[in-house]
């Protein structure tokens, strides 16, 4: 399923857990999801870059088995448009279902 | 456009790689998603000694379509941002690579598949340049401070000299306004001394610290400054032939005026788009 739009959002809802590294954060939306939503995950590295910008996650390097990695972590503000955007989609999601059932 | 030439180029490199059992990797890197434009990547390799080079990191490295998917998806980028993406999709192949591998692909398969999930490099490109800064934004940012030289006379003697002379001219040529002439000179020498100040040390110092919504500002304000300067130079000049020649020539001027604020223009829209990049985090 095409995740066009909702990456932003659905990288938010990962990182509220733990920080995590690109590759893991990848693993968990498609695990999460039954593997239902699925994405290319060479957008996911622009997305995540894009969302450092504006302040909604910062990054920070950390070692995993030896090996350097690149973290990604939750900031204050991260949470705060997390919160926002659940609401507008649970507001959406059931506006959308009403409808459905209707019809 | 492919040209013939480069057509056959990639022919030839294709036939070099199949000698050494590497084609079938590049060709379903090509077929499977990949941008035939990824033989540029060989092509800026076209000499033999390349070509060989190319094939043995193929072996060796066993990231040959990694390689390639990357050198599409970080084209024009600048070199921070480039770094950055490489070692975060190495570090994510490397991974995939060891899952795909225990999931009982073939090391050839699992490169592939590995690549194929990333998806469209060519669209990754288009987003990552939008998040990340472009090698010429980024050699804009990048200024050192001046080295000893030629340059460092010219700017900090010839120019303010001729600015200076500029400057003074038309009050020297009429007695009642000669003693202004220093209040105008000297403020002005200072100015352009400021304005070299905040360009070869301020701006740099700010790049060092990695401050770079304050590097941006800070030098898109000196370049608006300067080319601010350089519409006083020039209209003093034209106030000079004015006095000497007896005719000002007023169209000249409003030309000038007006070809000033376009470069002021594209710095304020250039220093706009980087600081919209940059977005809130810095």
């Known amino acids: 399923m095409n995740l066009k739009g909702t990456l932003p959002v659905l990288v938010l809802q990962t990182l509220l857990e733990e920080p995590s590294h690109g590759y893991l954060i990848a693993q968990r939306i498609k695990l999460k999801s039954g593997e239902v939503l699925d994405f290319r995950e060479g957008t996911l590295y622009p997305t995540l870059h894009a969302m450092e910008n504006k302040g909604l996650i910062a990054s920070y390097k950390g070692t995993e088995k030896g090996r350097e990695r690149r973290y990604y972590q939750l900031t204050d503000q991260g949470k705060t448009v997390l919160d926002e955007e659940r609401e507008e989609w649970q507001r959406l999601s059931g506006a959308v279902a009403l409808i459905l059932e209707t019809s | ?282």
């Open chain 2, 1 to 282: 456009m492919k040209t013939g030439d480069d057509i056959q180029l990639r022919d030839e490199v294709l036939a070099a790689l199949q000698k050494e059992g590497c084609a079938p990797l590049v060709l379903r890197a090509v077929t499977r998603g990949i941008s035939p434009d990824s033989f540029d990547y060989f092509a800026s390799e076209a000499t033999q000694e390349g070509v060989s080079q190319c094939i043995e990191r193929l072996k060796h490295e066993r990231k040959g379509v990694l390689v390639v998917w990357l050198e599409q998806a970080t084209r024009g980028l600048g070199i921070t941002g480039k770094r950055r993406i490489y070692e975060e999709l190495v570090a994510h192949y490397d991974d995939a690579f060891g899952h795909a591998i225990e999931s009982g692909l073939t090391e050839a398969d699992a490169q592939v598949a590995v690549v194929r999930e990333l998806g469209s490099a060519r669209e990754a490109n288009k987003a990552f340049r939008r998040a990340c800064l472009t090698q010429s934004q980024e050699y804009s940012l990048r200024m050192t401070p001046a080295p000893l030289g030629i340059k460092v006379v010219l700017k900090s003697v010839a120019l303010p000299a001729l600015f200076a002379f500029s400057q003074v001219m038309p009050f020297l040529l009429e007695p009642q306004t000669r003693i202004a002439a220093p209040m105008v000179v000297l403020p002005a020498l200072a100015f352009l001394f400021l304005y070299a100040y905040i360009k070869r040390v301020h701006v740099p110092a700010l790049l060092r610290e990695n401050l770079l919504r304050k590097a941006v500002v800070w030098r898109a304000a000196a370049d608006n400054a300067g080319v601010l300067v350089f519409w006083l130079v020039m209209y003093s000049w034209l106030v000079l032939i004015e006095r000497v020649w007896g005719s000002f020539p007023i169209t000249l001027a409003t030309v000038t005026s007006i070809g000033c604020l376009v470069p002021v223009a594209i710095t304020t829209v250039w220093s706009a788009s980087i600081l919209r990049k940059l977005g809130k985090a810095r």
